[in-house]
């Protein structure tokens, strides 16, 4: 089990849309914003490297300018589990 959380900076006029490509991204979730652009972003994903791979492709929404990650556990639940 992986969860990251971020913070991801916005153009302001795309904030709408850049919720809407988060939210539709599997095991993300977008738990507050502001109007200048910045929001709070979870991934919650069995894999590390589905979230790493995550985190990357927010960097390629168009109107994203930034992500930062702020926290990140990890946690195997079962022998051998990362390596799946």
Not at 4 to 25: F, R, W
Not at 65 to 82: H, I, K, N, R
């Given at each position: 089990?992986?969860?990251?959380?971020l913070i991801?900076?916005?153009?302001?006029q795309c904030l709408d849309t850049v919720k809407e490509s988060l939210g539709a991204m599997k095991g993300?979730?977008?738990?507050a914003h502001n109007?200048?652009?910045k929001m709070v972003?979870?991934?919650d994903h069995p894999s590390r490297t589905y979230c790493s791979q995550?985190?990357?492709d927010m960097t390629q929404i168009q109107g994203v300018m930034s992500t930062s990650l702020?926290?990140?556990?990890?946690e195997d639940l079962e022998p051998g589990f990362a390596s799946k």
């Amino acid at each position: 089990m992986a969860i990251c959380s971020l913070i991801v900076q916005a153009n302001p006029q795309c904030l709408d849309t850049v919720k809407e490509s988060l939210g539709a991204m599997k095991g993300v979730e977008v738990h507050a914003h502001n109007e200048q652009g910045k929001m709070v972003v979870s991934i919650d994903h069995p894999s590390r490297t589905y979230c790493s791979q995550a985190m990357s492709d927010m960097t390629q929404i168009q109107g994203v300018m930034s992500t930062s990650l702020v926290y990140e556990y990890q946690e195997d639940l079962e022998p051998g589990f990362a390596s799946k």
